[in-house]
């Protein structure tokens, strides 16, 4: 990779972005506030690159924060939306492509037997809870620490003190009323789980999880976790709802749940669903989704819903999916990189822990394994922020948080993997003083 231009389009451009809007982003984590740095603006990305308004390239791991399992501007994506956008952008009336999309999407997630688009993951997260509040007539519900589903106000809850207590705001804005309506307990704590339905089982209506976490680093269900979910919310009387925003088409093409063989009775959707556009989705049971208006008495809407040029770049890029079937090729590269990272870091004196499921995967910077949201922040986050910094100034895109899975795309070749590597071998060896 050759040498990097100075930002000064980026370093401007941030600084109007600032004046107009809050951190002078449209998202947080955008800002690179965690790792101490300023955001680069890109102009373009093509394959597994993205180029910045200063010209520089960069290999990228974030990928759009999950979306472009095929790299970006993928010649078919790209020519369906073409296709679309010429057509009209949005009618307000139900169209062909959304049929084909909930057909294909149906098709290929197992459990999801009736399907609702909606226009974010948030959106999608929110819409299964209240669905599944009304199925169950049941207020509660219970989710794990160091997941995410989106910034709706049930979810911005954390763990009260003790276990299996009912939560507090972790943001404020949110009224303490609603966030006493979630239980927060650790991922993969079996114990803990069964201590809150104990408790609370029969008030309760729905669990909701990762089934991979992927917004805490990563971190991959131990054995027997998903299942005793599964049989515990059955027993009680509560809904399972995975959260497969972020694993959708993209742990394997059916998801968590064809990879692990669960089945939830609530699936939100999201990312890789509308192939770079703005989609989510949430599905399932037909006789809970029946519930749904105007079929039934749930409601729930939108006016971009179901946006046909949105619909036609998903279609187009589960298409490739479904055609390619590629995510053994996709998990085996991610491992290439994970391996690789993890003993360049070893060569330094770095303990370093990692994992991979499909296309995701994710290193910390501490011994591992690495089982829960508390284990992952025992990583040396000071190391990681340096070690960030300089894998960005050599060329490397990962996400700019020690607490984010990364991606691998079909656009990734080996010599991008080779190439990340001494990058970041370069990297640890600054960051690690030698
Ligand atoms: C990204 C994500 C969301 C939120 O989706 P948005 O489209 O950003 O609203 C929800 N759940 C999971 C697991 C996610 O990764």
Known sequence: MGEMSPQERSQELFSRARRVSPGGVHSPVRAFGAVGAEPFFTASGAGSRLRDVDGNEYIDYVLSWG???????????????????????????????????????????????????????????????????????????LKFEGCYHGHGDSFMAKAGSGLATLGLPSSPGVPKEITQL??????????????????????????ITEPVVGNSGLILPQAGFLELLREETRRVGALL??????????????????????????????????????????GGRRDIMSRVAPEGDVYQAGTLSGNPVAMAAGLAQLEILEREDPYAALEERATKLVDGIVAAAGRFGVPASGGTAGSMWGVY??????????????????????????????????????????????????????????????????????
């Open 67 to 141: 979306p472009l399992v095929l790299g970006h501007a993928h010649p078919h994506v790209t020519e369906a939306v073409e296709r679309a956008v010429r057509k009209g952008t949005h009618y307000g009336t139900p169209t062909p492509e959304e049929v084909e999309l909930a057909e294909k999407v149906i098709a290929l997630v197992p459990s999801v037997e009736v399907v609702r688009f909606v226009n974010s993951g948030t959106e999608a997260t929110m819409s299964a809870v209240r669905l599944a509040r009304a199925f169950t007539g049941r207020d509660l519900i």
């Open 365 to 434: 910077f501490c011994e591992g394994p690495v089982r829960s949201f508390d284990d992952a922040l025992r990583v040396n986050r000071e190391f990681f922020n340096a070690y960030y910094r300089e894998c960005l100034a050599g060329g490397v895109f990962f996400a700019p948080s020690p607490f984010e899975a990364g991606f691998m795309s079909t656009a990734h070749s080996d010599a991008d993997v080779d190439e990340t590597l001494s990058v970041v071998g370069r990297a640890l060896a600054a960051a690690a003083g030698r």
């Open 241 to 282: 709802i995975f959260d497969e925003v972020m694993t959708g088409f993209r742990v394997a093409l059916g998801g968590a749940q064809e990879r692990f063989a669960i089945e939830p009775d609530l699936t939100a959707l999201g990312k890789v669903i509308g192939g770079g556009f703005p989609v989510g989705a949430y």
């Open 182 to 207: 979630t239980l927060t307990v650790p991922f993969n704590d079996s114990t803990a789980v069964g201590e809150a339905i104990a408790e609370y089982g029969g008030r309760l209506a729905a669990v």
